[in-house]
């Protein structure tokens, strides 16, 4: 399955950049005015495109760390850090809908023994969910505290929350919540799921606290002493 799924998305890829590389063409009025109508077609047909070259994109991710083919260069990350540049990237989703970015570096961090791509990846899934499930004008507050257990790092906010009943299903692929709230907002499914495999290779956990129509704070949990599970 995991062969078959990662030679059918490398196939999609370069077509389908084809088809957005041509729709920016039409868009910027190269080959001629373009009507507002038909404007509005090709803007519709761009975004669709976007949306499908993410979905390839996570289907990939899903694929390389289910097979364990991934060569991972394990160190110690300066996580601030790391979110600092996180945030600076998902500023242009979040500055649109006015929703302000609060991230406390206030206190020692100390530093996670983890692959820098593996770290941007969780981090980027868990603040641009935050922004993408945001209400306009709400808040994403990225905190940090030391337990026992681990460095936890949360990211909270002021969005419509997740009902009870769906939240043990979180993590699961291709599961999104579905009600009038959520119907407008785009996603794969898989975020949270290369999130919680990821956090698995790295011995720690994802804690998920929400509250409808209030917001939702998940925390990552990374374990400070140790190795990851797998670092083929």
Do not use: W
Request: charged share 25%; glycine share 10%.
């Amino acid at each position: 399955k995991s062969r078959f799924v990662s030679v059918v998305s490398h196939e999609l890829k370069a077509p389908l950049a084809a088809i957005e590389g041509y729709l920016e063409v039409l868009l910027a009025g190269t080959v001629g005015e373009i009507p507002e109508k038909g404007r509005g077609m090709l803007e519709r047909c761009r975004d669709r495109a976007a949306s499908l070259q993410t979905l390839i994109k996570d289907l990939l991710n899903i694929t390389r760390i289910e097979a364990q083919t991934v060569t991972r260069q394990i160190g110690l990350q300066d996580v601030p850090a790391v979110v600092a540049n996180v945030v600076e990237l998902l500023r242009a989703n979040a500055d649109p809908r006015g929703i302000r970015i609060v991230h406390e570096t206030g206190q020692t961090v100390p530093p996670v023994p983890a692959d820098k791509e593996d770290l941007e990846r969780i981090l980027t899934n868990l603040v641009s969910n935050a922004i993408k499930y945001n209400r306009d004008g709400g808040q994403v507050a990225i905190r940090y505290r030391v337990e026992a257990d681990g460095l936890h790092v949360s990211v909270a906010d002021t969005g419509i929350g997740i009902d009870p009943e769906f939240q043990d299903h979180l993590g699961k692929e291709f599961f999104r919540v579905r009600n009038a709230e959520t119907s407008r907002i785009s996603g794969t499914g898989l975020g949270l799921s290369i999130i919680k495999k990821l956090m698995e290779i790295y011995r720690g956990r994802l804690v998920v606290e929400s509250t409808p129509g209030q917001g939702s704070t998940f925390t990552a949990v990374f374990p400070l002493n140790g190795r990851p599970a797998e670092t083929a």
